[in-house]
């Protein structure tokens, strides 16, 4: 029987809106991570240096 991942937390990526899974990686920092992807992350910070201009 292949192993179920139902009950895992969810959250919602402040840049692109789309809720994420939590991930084995993200186990002891889950209260910080805001970010779905490495590129959301680094498309904010993007988008805070233009307006900052």
């Known amino acids: 029987m292949p192993h179920q991942k139902q009950h895992l937390p969810q959250k919602i990526c402040i840049v692109c809106n789309r ?3 939590w991930r084995k ?6 209260e910080e991570v805001k970010y779905c ?14 307006e900052s201009k």
Do not use: G
Request: aromatic share 14%; hydrophobic share 15%.
């Open 19 to 21: 809720p994420f899974t």
């Open 25 to 30: 990686k993200w186990e002891k920092v889950w």
């Open 37 to 50: 992807s490495d590129r959301c992350r680094n498309s904010r910070s993007k988008s805070r240096n233009s």
